[in-house]
């Protein structure tokens, strides 16, 4: 105030002109940006008049500086049904002449979201370059970097870039392994572009765990309808042709399999899968059978037709093997037991053997003279219900038979009963 008084006093009609040309100055940058964006707005809501009051909406919160509200209610105009379908111009001029003003000020994973949201519009090159340019802006924030990341992975994989997919990848990989308590959706992202990538590149073995681990996270009552049900369909081919996957019993009791046979046309996969859990060769030619054309419109399973043969034999010797293990129980088995079981001649049973013993199926000794294994050991497994009663019947018998040795221990030396604490 004395440095405007001391200037008013010397010259006092130069300090009024000065005082008339601060006052027609043009606005600063901040009220340019404010004008630019109230003026968008308002175009917006003459040409939208649909939804004339979300940009209402957006305009009064913008100038409070509301802005986790606004990035809410930006968010839930994106996810507008109406958008559906469209080329996602309104988006980009919405990102381009109000959010972009503002992007720096919002949570950074918000921001991710929001962004892949809006370029899920765009065709995937373009989407690309949208999120890419955010990386930069979110630095800070691994998991909104991670986000990001993934997404463009996925959108790498989509234009064949293969190569530019699994380095992204992998550099995610880190974070996600890492990274404790990261939020949900990122971990979808990811395990959703892993399984896509396996899916198209293999092994069977790693999109099935890709897969059951994107389950782990996002439920099939989650995911839309068509995608639930095409995931569904390729993790039953995964379990069928993945070379070291023996037991089905955790793929029965998920949710994707009453998935299949809700749909007609994929029941025969759900029958297929508890074929093999059960190990039912007869079932399994019957199947096959009946069901030739669908199986051979399959690739996956025309190329393993070998070795799907292989597996269901292996998947009933594991069967008959859970039969005569546990302490009542028969521990050895002929040659010809299991070749009746399996359906293979008696020359080829011992090669079979070597094979789960090999995939540590089953444990134990094979005597070549008498052409019997002893199995002490078989591979432990999710149990179906009839599985579980099998198992009390045997655990009843044992108990059975070791109360029945104890009465004849008491009986005969009745000493050992007084000495032992029973």
């Known amino acids: 105030d004395r440095v405007r008084e001391q200037a008013a006093a010397r010259d006092p009609r130069r300090y009024e002109r000065a005082l008339e040309q601060q006052s027609q100055a043009p606005p600063t940058r901040m009220a340019a940006v404010a004008s630019d964006v109230g003026t968008f707005l308002r175009g917006a809501r003459e040409a939208h008049a649909d939804v004339s009051d979300d940009y209402a909406r957006m305009e009064e919160l913008y100038t409070r500086k509301l802005w986790h509200q606004l990035t809410l209610a930006i968010a839930a105009f994106v996810a507008q049904p109406r958008l559906q379908g469209t080329d996602g111009d309104e988006l980009a001029q919405l990102y381009e002449h109000f959010i972009r003003h503002f992007e720096l000020k919002m949570n ?4 991710a979201k929001l ?6 519009f765009f065709p995937a090159e373009r989407a690309s370059m949208f999120v890419s340019a955010l990386v930069s802006k979110v630095s800070a924030d691994q998991e909104a970097v ?3 990341k993934t997404e463009i992975a996925r959108l790498k994989l989509k234009t064949g870039d293969v190569a530019g997919c699994k380095e ?3 550099e995610a990989q880190v974070t996600v392994d890492l990274l404790a308590g990261m939020d949900v959706d990122i971990h979808i992202s990811y395990y959703t572009t892993l399984a896509q990538y396996f899916k198209l590149q293999g092994p069977a073995m790693q999109f099935y765990k890709a897969a059951l681990l994107l389950l782990s996270y996002q439920p099939l009552d989650k995911m839309e309808p068509s995608d639930a049900l095409t995931l569904s369909f390729d993790l039953g081919l995964a379990a069928l042709v993945a070379k070291s996957v023996y037991n089905f019993g955790e793929l029965l009791q998920h949710p994707i399999v009453a998935q299949l046979e809700s749909a007609t046309e994929h029941a025969w996969l759900a029958q297929l899968l508890r074929v093999f859990n059960a190990g039912d060769i007869e079932m399994y030619e019957q199947l096959i059978g009946a069901h030739r054309a ?7 399973l025309v190329a393993h037709a070998a ?3 292989e597996k269901i034999a292996l998947m009933s010797l594991m069967e008959l093997v859970f039969g005569h293990v546990g302490p009542q129980a028969n521990h050895k088995l002929s040659f010809e037991l299991v070749a009746q079981r399996v359906r293979l001649p008696v020359s080829e ?3 079979l053997l070597m094979r789960a013993m090999s995939l540590e199926l089953v444990r134990g000794e094979i005597d070549e003279i008498d052409q019997i294994i002893t199995v002490s050991w078989v591979q432990p497994r999710v ?3 009839a599985q579980v009663a099998s198992m009390a019947e045997l655990l009843q018998g044992w108990k059975t038979q070791v109360g029945t040795s104890l009465l004849f221990l008491e009986a005969e030396a009745p000493e050992f009963g007084q000495d032992a604490n029973f």
């Open 294 to 300: 669908q199986l051979e419109a399959q690739p996956a």
């Open 168 to 170: 992204l990848l992998d």
């Open 383 to 385: 149990l179906t219900a």
């Open 146 to 148: 991670t986000l990001c």
């Open 115 to 120: 962004v892949i949201a809006i370029s899920r």
């Open 349 to 351: 049973v011992e090669l």
């Open 307 to 309: 070795f799907l043969k």
């Open 108 to 111: 950074s994973l918000s921001l």
